[in-house]
């Protein structure tokens, strides 16, 4: 890919994700340009951040739409219409239905608290607190209609002591989110990934290369 690679990114709320996100793209480290945030709450702190940085950003609420499927409909026109080319759902509390699905196959990303396939759904690091696992982390994955369900494109793995709260495992895992997220956008921007069956190649990464698990820190 020559261009820059034109992002949409979807968000509910505090926005720490997207901010590591525009970090990168404004440290020259990822070659892509946010078009459009779009959230679906008003006081997403998000769209602060979206403003201080002249993003534009559009707020599109579930609530103006008959169906679930119509609000999915017209946040896919909002990104066509920008040209969006990959979506990335950077902590949006809603499952993605299909008119966005079918509108973006394997172009949107969602960021996961937790090693996936283990505690999908909400409040992956309290699940993971209460079932007592002495390793934890998160996970990028392409969406697919399922919950947490799609091709898993990379992960990073933390330490959970006996002593974690929810809280204290959450911050150790949003730093290696704020990490993975920009690189699992980054090999995508570069042409990298391809989906096979459940299974993303990556290219120049081995399988089992330890970046996969432990991404470098730039
Ligand atoms: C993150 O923990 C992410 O894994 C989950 O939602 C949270 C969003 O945080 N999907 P932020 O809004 O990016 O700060």
Redo the contacts with the bound molecule.
Sequence with gaps: MSGRLALGVL?S??????QAIVDEIEAGRLHAEIRVLVVDNPDAY?LERAQKHSIPAVHVSPQGFPSKDAFFCAIADELKTRGVELVVL??FMRIVRKPLIEAYPYRIM????ALLPSFPGLHGQRQAVEYGVKISG?TVHFVDEGMDTGPVIIQAAVPVSSDDSEETL?ER??RM?HRIFPEAIRLYAEGRLRVEGRVVRIDGYGLRDERVVNPPLR
Excluded: K, T, V
């Design positions: 968000a709320g505090r926005g720490s994700n997207f998000a950077a902590g969602n960021i996961h608290p998160c959450s895992i949003l989110e």
